[in-house]
């Protein structure tokens, strides 16, 4: 098949960038693959991070003659162009990752004119469905950006649900999450504390040490993770790393952290980590902990599986279909700083880490990127 994806890749950055480009790498064996990438994702009015480019060179990297950076996702006159560019390239298949209905109609637009004038069919992967963060108009545009689409994957049943309130009758596929391999090798506990207790001047040698990682956002539930600390520290002696940029008002938390007097036992590094970093967190700590108020599904778990870790997590969205409870870590109740403290002491207390560890190495085997482009292609071909 030929095949052209549209969306962020480098040198944008994030978490749908660096899925884009996996999504590329395995696409392309056996293949014909082009990425068409933003040139402008966001006008920086409207951007709540630091910058939207990487800083540094991203571990796997699409070759710059396949990466086509062209789309302007606020200039309709840009959607036009963009469209026939892709229509000349007479795909077989469109792919668009779909996460807000920002982008819908610059993606609507896209794909109808690549339609119009090629023989493309058009698949939306989709993160959500409905945004975690609600506004005015998110039905509209997501229908409007759907009505072009031939196919669709979701990743989690939640995220199907809500595709069937839009869908009328065109193929879709339930195929889970693969895991994030693009970081590099998992390293010691030892050498993975002494290179962030130097690189981020965050002293977690000799420490256990839970991670909370990613944007910080509300619907993550950080305050609650947080909120559960003085109760995890009458039992158990550890540090929390949270390790992300704030998409959130920082001060909040931090007033938070120095109200409850836990300035020594949570380390904040409020910046996005290079590609190149990612493998020490999640190397360095004993679980990973996802208190989110509301999901979807997570990349965060797939990272974590990557690196044989625990995670615990909250009962919402899809984390519970890919967390095995009492086996690969903890499902919880969300919103409940109670039922956070609860499970890690609980983790530490019964000495869990190598059991559920052992058990994520096992789980992770499900979640392969040639699975997801085999069922993805099985889909595609059977039309």
Not at 121 to 146: M, Q, S
Not at 178 to 189: L, R
Not at 271 to 281: C, I, R, S, T
Request: charged share 30%.
């Amino acid at each position: 098949m030929k095949i052209v994806i549209v969306g962020t890749a480098y040198p944008m950055r994030g978490g749908i960038a660096q899925f884009n480009a996996l999504l590329y790498k395995y696409f392309s064996a056996g293949n014909d693959v082009k990425m068409y990438s933003f040139k402008r994702q966001y006008p920086g009015m409207f951007f709540p991070g630091k910058t939207q480019f990487e800083q540094d060179e991203p571990v796997f990297k699409i070759p710059d003659d396949k990466n086509i950076i062209c789309v302007d996702s606020v200039n309709p006159i840009n959607w036009i162009s963009t469209g026939r560019k892709i229509a000349k390239e007479n795909a077989d298949l469109i792919i668009f990752k779909y996460w807000l209905p920002f982008f819908a109609p610059c993606f609507a637009t896209i794909s109808y004119i690549a339609k119009k004038y090629s023989k493309a069919k058009v698949l939306f992967i989709c993160d959500n469905v409905i945004p975690h963060e609600k506004r005015f108009g998110d039905r509209f545009f997501t229908k409007l950006a759907f009505s072009q689409a031939d196919y669709f994957n979701v990743m989690s049943k939640t995220v199907e649900e809500d595709l069937k309130l839009f869908n009328k009758g065109k193929s879709y596929k339930l195929i889970q999450h693969p895991v994030y391999n693009i970081f590099g090798e998992k390293v010691s506990k030892t050498e993975a504390k002494e290179f962030i207790s130097k690189e981020y001047k965050a002293d977690v040698r000799n420490e256990k040490v839970i991670l909370f990682f990613g944007y910080i956002r509300k619907y993550k539930g950080l305050n609650y993770l947080i909120d559960a600390m003085p109760e995890i520290l009458r039992k158990i002696n550890l540090k929390l790393l949270v390790v992300g940029e704030f998409y959130d008002d920082e001060n909040r938390y931090r007033e938070q952290i120095k109200n409850l007097n836990l300035e020594e036992n949570v380390k904040v590094i409020s910046d996005f980590v290079p590609d190149a970093n990612v493998k020490y967190f999640f190397s360095a700590c004993d679980v990973v902990v996802l208190p989110y108020a509301d999901a979807t599904q997570s990349g965060i778990i797939q990272i974590a599986y990557y690196y044989d870790k625990p995670v615990i997590a909250t009962d919402v969205g899809g984390l519970a279909e890919v967390v095995r409870n009492n086996e690969t870590g903890f499902i919880i109740e969300p919103k409940s700083s109670k039922a956070v403290a609860e499970a890690v002491i609980k983790f530490y207390e019964e000495d869990l880490e190598e059991k559920f560890s052992k058990k994520a190495s096992d789980e992770k085997k499900k979640f392969t990127w040639e699975e997801f482009i085999s069922k993805i292609s099985e889909m595609v071909r059977k039309k």
